[in-house]
């Protein structure tokens, strides 16, 4: 079992920076595939970022791209979002998410893929 806990969200004015983290126990994070969610007010909850187990690969939601970078330290069982230039539509609760999986160069961005998933932290972006 691992247990994912969020952490760094917070309100900020659009432009602003903010870094989220998620900090695993219970297991290593070196076995999983990790992922980073939103959901946004009256919205579905939607994919923002992936990391491979090794961190080599990773993926970004294109709405993202360029803006947020998600990146994993397996020393400390911990995930990072870092989210730039933030938007009013940034707006929500991001969720961390760990998917187990054999190969370490794997991506994916379906939540059926992700097993265990953290509480969420409230991000909000607002002038």
């Known amino acids: 079992q691992v247990q994912l806990v969020e952490s760094g969200g917070g309100s900020v004015q659009p432009g602003d920076s903010l870094r989220i983290s998620c900090a695993a126990s219970?297991?290593?994070?070196?076995?999983?595939?990790m992922g980073w969610f939103r959901r946004a007010p009256g919205k579905e909850r939607d994919f923002v970022a992936t990391?491979?187990?090794?961190?080599?690969?990773?993926a970004v939601e294109p709405s993202v791209r360029g803006r947020f970078a998600i990146s994993r330290d397996n020393t400390n069982n911990l995930v990072y979002l870092q989210m730039t230039d933030l938007k009013p539509e940034d707006t929500a609760v991001y969720y961390c998410?760990?998917?187990?999986?054999?190969?370490?160069?794997?991506?994916?961005?379906?939540?059926?893929?992700?097993?265990?998933w953290g509480q969420g932290t409230q991000v909000t972006v607002s002038s």
């Open positions: 998410a760990a998917g187990y999986d054999d190969s370490a160069s794997s991506l994916t961005a379906r939540e059926n893929d992700y097993q265990f």
């Open positions: 219970g297991h290593s994070l070196m076995n999983y595939i």
């Open positions: 990391i491979s187990r090794s961190g080599d690969l990773k």
